[in-house]
């Protein structure tokens, strides 16, 4: 079975200061795929960054990175530059296989970002 | 812009009725699931559709069921409502075609129920 874990208490930085959300993540299976979402209050589910398994590099999205370290299962996501509407939820999230075959999708607790002027 | 929407926003039931969420999503996402998002958890899985069929489920009981149409939108009925129902209900869609972070959300759909 999929687990994604993600421990951290709600996390501050200050504005324009970068800040690494931690993930970690359990799965037998040798395909897969990684994601970021960031939810606001309102609810609305935003892709931030995707990762497959087989991918040789760290995924980038303008100020988002995720560091994939394999061996360790982990996924952490690094913004850069963090502005006042980081503020939200964060989650992390894993797929099995790399294709759009399949949207099913384990999400870990998430971790409460705040951005402080 | 996901190219996804959901109805209604927002909704209040009362416990042992039932509830139709709709999700409708742009041409060529032929896959559909569908989550449960209580307050302060991640979302839950409730089950998958892919071509009209319902392809995979999560935990949940048969109460939960679920349609998928040709033009690629779908629902998701909820029979017997219970108090622990209350939760946002969140449509996900997916390209089986296309490999990687095809993976777009609703706005996802408030439930009340009292």
């Known amino acids: 079975a999929q687990k994604i874990t993600q421990t951290q208490p709600g996390m501050f930085v200050q504005e324009k200061e970068a800040v690494t959300l931690d993930c970690t993540y359990d799965?037998?299976?040798?395909?897969?795929?990684l994601f970021w979402y960031k939810q606001p209050s309102s609810g609305e589910m935003i892709f931030l960054i995707y990762q497959g398994s087989y991918d040789q590099q760290n995924a980038t999205e303008g100020r988002y990175s995720l560091n994939f370290q394999k061996a360790r299962k982990s996924a952490n996501l690094v913004i850069s530059a963090s502005q006042l509407g980081d503020s939200a939820m964060y989650f992390c999230?894993?797929?099995?296989?790399?294709?759009?075959?399949?949207?099913?999708?384990?999400f870990g607790k998430g971790i409460t970002l705040s951005v402080r002027p | 812009e996901t190219g996804v929407t959901q109805s209604p926003t927002h909704l209040i039931k009362t416990r042992g009725q039932q509830v139709t969420l709709r999700c409708s999503s742009q041409s060529g996402h032929n896959t559909v699931s569908w989550y449960q998002q209580a307050l302060g958890q991640g979302p839950q899985f409730i089950f998958q559709?892919?071509?009209?069929?319902?392809?995979g489920r999560g935990n949940f009981p048969p109460r939960f069921s679920g349609l998928q149409f040709p033009n690629y939108s779908s629902e998701l009925n909820v029979n017997a409502l219970e108090l622990d129902d209350s939760a946002l209900y969140l449509c996900a869609t997916g390209d089986r075609v296309f490999p990687g972070n095809t993976i777009y959300f609703g706005e996802g759909s408030w439930l009340t129920v009292v």
């Open positions: 999230a894993m797929r099995e296989g790399t294709t759009g075959a399949n949207s099913k999708l384990t």
């Open positions: 799965t037998s299976d040798p395909s897969y795929g």
């Open positions: 559709y892919y071509r009209e069929e319902e392809n």
